[in-house]
Nanobody, 128 residues
C-alpha cells in the first residue's frame, strides 16, 4: 500500500507564493510518475501538473503554466509544487497522486483515472 501525504497548504494573498510537498512511503518512489490535481468547491477535480520518474518530463495545465513548477527529490521520496503569482481562482484542495500501473516512461499522465494512489489533500486559499 502506498501512502501519500501532502503538506504546505494555507491562506495567502493574491500574488503570493506557496510550496506544496507530497511525501510518499513507498520505497520504489523513484520508479513512478507523479501528478498534482486540484478540486475547487462544487467543481470537478482537475489536472494541474505532471512529472515523470526522473524529472525529465514535465507538463502543466495552461492556467498554471509559467506560475507553477513541479519538481521531485527522489532521495527524499518527495514531490513538490511551487506556486507563484497565486490568484483567487487557484483556491482549491490540492492532491498529489502516483501511478503504479502505467509503465511507459514517456507518457504524460493528465487524467485522474491514470493514477491509482492519492493523498488526502491540502487546502490552498488565495484571498483577493
Amino acid at each position: 500500500q502506498v501512502q501519500l501525504v501532502e503538506s504546505g497548504g494555507g491562506l495567502v494573498q493574491a500574488g503570493g507564493s506557496l510550496r506544496l510537498s507530497c511525501a510518499t512511503s513507498r520505497g520504489t518512489f523513484n520508479n513512478f510518475p507523479m501528478g498534482w490535481f486540484r478540486q475547487a468547491l462544487a467543481r470537478e477535480r482537475e489536472f494541474v501538473a505532471f512529472i515523470n520518474w526522473n524529472g525529465g518530463r514535465l507538463f502543466y495545465t495552461s492556467t498554471v503554466k509559467g506560475r507553477f513548477t513541479i519538481s521531485r527529490d527522489n532521495a527524499k521520496n518527495t514531490v513538490y509544487l511551487q506556486m507563484n503569482s497565486l490568484k483567487p481562482e487557484d483556491t482549491a484542495v490540492y492532491y498529489c497522486a502516483t501511478s503504479t500501473f502505467i509503465t511507459d516512461p514517456t507518457r504524460i499522465l493528465s487524467r485522474a483515472d491514470e493514477y491509482d494512489f492519492w493523498g488526502q489533500g491540502t487546502q490552498v486559499t488565495v484571498s483577493s
